[in-house]
């Protein structure tokens, strides 16, 4: 590799970091939606690899998260900078042992499945006061 060829590649990494760390990123969009059997968490963030999105269940809670990490072949260094962070606590009604998460098409998606014990549901009407 030529010497200009490399610095170019370590600038636009240092370009990126340092964007990342004076305020500008990509925006993690995170969807919840309701299946049958399941509750599915998509998440996206354009630009943003596979290897960053992180989902980690710790006790009752659900943590998802990005990193964006950078390393300094010249430096020997490696720094991580985090982008997104939610942690969610995760309810009765959901199997804690059997949460997935795949990686498809640009997008992480995180199945939490129900569990099979029945659970009675009803919507409380809201009254108008006024």
């Known amino acids: 590799m030529r010497t200009v060829?490399?610095?170019?590649k370590g600038t636009g990494g240092q370009i990126d970091l340092l964007n990342t760390l004076y305020g500008g990123?990509?925006?993690?969009?995170?969807?919840?939606?309701?299946?049958?059997?399941?509750?599915?968490?998509?998440?996206s963030a354009p630009g943003v690899s596979a290897n960053s999105f992180n989902v980690l269940v710790e006790g009752n809670k659900l943590v998802l998260y990005t990193l964006l990490v950078h390393d300094s072949e010249s430096a020997g260094q490696r720094l991580a900078?985090?982008?997104?962070?939610?942690?969610?606590?995760?309810?009765?009604?959901?199997?804690?042992?059997?949460?997935?998460?795949?990686?498809?098409y640009g997008q992480v998606?995180?199945?939490?499945?129900?569990?099979?014990?029945?659970?009675?549901?009803r919507n409380i009407d809201i009254k108008n006061l006024f």
């Open 25 to 43: 990123s990509s925006l993690t969009e995170m969807k919840v939606k309701r299946e049958d059997d399941r509750l599915v968490i998509r998440l």
């Open 81 to 104: 900078v985090p982008m997104f962070l939610k942690v969610i606590d995760i309810p009765d009604f959901i199997d804690a042992e059997h949460i997935e998460a795949e990686h498809e």
């Open 109 to 121: 998606t995180v199945n939490l499945p129900f569990n099979d014990e029945e659970h009675e549901y």
């Open 5 to 8: 060829d490399h610095v170019f």
